[in-house]
C-alpha cells in the first residue's frame, strides 16, 4: 500500500518560515519524481516545487528564491524549506510522486500552512 505522509505544516507570521516533509512507503523511492503543489481557497491546485530523480529541481516563479525542495533517498522523504513566507503562500500543501516510465502518480492527503498576523 502507498503512502505519503504530510507533515511539518501549521501557522506562521509573515516573514517567517517553515519546513514540510513528505515521508513515503510503498514506492520504490529513488525511482519517483517528487514534487509539491498547493491548493488555495477557490483555487486550483498549481505545482510549487519538483525534484528528479537525479535531484534537478524546479520552482513555481512565485516561489524561486525562498522556497527549496530537497530530497533524501535513504529516508524516503522529500522536504520543502520554506523561507520568508507571504499570506499568499497560504494554502492545503499535497506531497506527489510520479514514476514516469509506469504511469504512476500518488498523492498524499496533505498539509494545511496559514500565513498571517
Known amino acids: 500500500q502507498v503512502q505519503l505522509v504530510e507533515s511539518g505544516g501549521g501557522l506562521v507570521q509573515p516573514g517567517g518560515s517553515l519546513r514540510l516533509s513528505c515521508a513515503a512507503s510503498?514506492?520504490?523511492?529513488?525511482?519517483?519524481?517528487m514534487a509539491w503543489y498547493r491548493q488555495a481557497p477557490g483555487k486550483e491546485r498549481e505545482l510549487v516545487a519538483a525534484?528528479?530523480?537525479?535531484?534537478?529541481?524546479n520552482y513555481a516563479d512565485s516561489v524561486r528564491g525562498r522556497f527549496t525542495i530537497s530530497r533524501n533517498n535513504a529516508k524516503n522523504t522529500v522536504f520543502l524549506q520554506m523561507n520568508d513566507l507571504t499570506p499568499e503562500d497560504t494554502a492545503v500543501y499535497y506531497c506527489?510522486?510520479?514514476?514516469?516510465?509506469?504511469?504512476?502518480?500518488?498523492w498524499g492527503q496533505g498539509t494545511q500552512v496559514t500565513v498571517s498576523s
Open positions: 525534484i528528479s530523480i537525479s535531484g534537478s529541481t
Open positions: 506527489n510522486a510520479k514514476r514516469r516510465l509506469q504511469n504512476t502518480e500518488y
Open positions: 510503498g514506492i520504490i523511492f529513488s525511482l519517483n519524481a
